[in-house]
């Protein structure tokens, strides 16, 4: 449990706050045992305000007043926003992460601390997510298509020109590469994004994530026509989308040939 040093008016409005869960006839929405989702709801709030995961993060448009000592150009070494986060993930890894945390973002000072959760209340806190993000819960498939063929090869070029690479690790940093400024590791999409997050964030990550430094690529200001800067695919953006998303979620470390195997002499 987290060393919070509250001050005696916040203690004073957490005793409102509690009394306030006590009471006997709570607002309708705070209502528990008529509507699962509800109920899942009032639940992890009381998770999320015991844990103080608003004094880091932006949850359900709520809280993460840290975001305010970083001004427009470092806003991306804020905690990330956990608004629609059970729209994004998928809740076996929520589940994972929430018991023991691992770095997504090598760039940022600020570590999400491990909580200690017992099964139950990690498995809560994934519920409220995604009932806040009216998503499924728990069980889901990921479900995307295993490219094949030229369409298998045309991903390929494509995530190869748009240069994903150059921001994102795929498996381990490059050579070189600076984990101050490094991307995700595309490899965790296919464990931890729900495919269907996958296209909206192509399409506009800034609508999703504010002051984020994943550009967009495609311009659908004109929904009906998007431009694209690649001409694969017949330039159509959407089914460019598709495709990537496609191959992320199936994204693996290709075996590289190793050269001994081909020069092995044959015994016999
Ligand atoms: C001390 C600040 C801090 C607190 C308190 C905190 N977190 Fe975090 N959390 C972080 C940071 C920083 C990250 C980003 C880790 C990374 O990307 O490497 C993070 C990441 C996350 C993520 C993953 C977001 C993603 O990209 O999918 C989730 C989910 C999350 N936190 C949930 C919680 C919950 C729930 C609580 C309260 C129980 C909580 N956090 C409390 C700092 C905090
Ligand atoms: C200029 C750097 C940059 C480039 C180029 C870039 N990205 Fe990103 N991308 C980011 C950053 C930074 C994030 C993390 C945002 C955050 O904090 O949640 C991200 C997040 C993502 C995520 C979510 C990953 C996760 O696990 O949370 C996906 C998927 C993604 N990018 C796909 C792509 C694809 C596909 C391309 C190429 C078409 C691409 N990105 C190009 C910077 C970049």
């Not at 840290?66 to 589940?95: C, H, M």
Request: glycine share 6%; aromatic share 10%.
């Amino acid at each position: 449990m987290p060393q919070f040093d509250f001050t005696d008016e916040e203690a004073l409005s957490i005793l409102t706050f509690l009394k306030g869960q006590t009471g006997e006839t709570p607002p309708p929405e705070y209502r528990a045992g008529t509507n699962p989702v509800q109920a899942a709801v009032l639940k992890g709030e009381r998770l999320v305000f015991w844990n103080g995961c608003r004094n880091c993060h932006v949850v359900e448009n709520r809280g993460g007043k840290i975001r305010d000592l970083y001004n427009d150009e470092n806003v991306t070494f804020a905690p990330p926003v956990l608004s629609g986060e059970g729209a994004k993930v998928q809740p076996a890894w929520l589940f994972a992460f929430l018991k023991s945390p691992t770095t997504l973002r090598p760039w940022l000072s600020v570590r999400m601390p491990t909580f200690h959760f017992t099964d139950a209340d990690a498995t809560a806190l994934v519920h409220y997510f995604a009932a806040s993000s009216n998503k499924s819960f728990p069980y889901l498939t990921a479900q995307a298509q295993q490219l094949a063929g030229a369409r298998a090869k045309e991903a390929d070029q494509l995530f190869k020109d748009l240069q994903c690479i150059n921001c994102h690790v795929v498996g381990e940093l490059r050579p070189g590469q600076d984990p101050g400024s490094a991307a995700p590791n595309l490899l965790l999409a296919k464990d931890r994004l729900r495919p269907d997050w996958i296209v909206p964030w192509l399409k506009n990550p800034q609508a999703l994530l504010d002051g984020t430094r994943m550009p967009s690529f495609w311009d659908f200001s004109d929904e009906a026509h998007p431009t694209s800067p690649s001409k694969l695919f017949n330039g159509d953006a959407k089914q460019q989308i598709d495709a990537l998303r496609d191959y992320l979620m199936h994204l693996e470390l290709k075996a590289t040939p190793t050269k001994t195997a081909s020069v092995t002499p044959r015994r016999g």
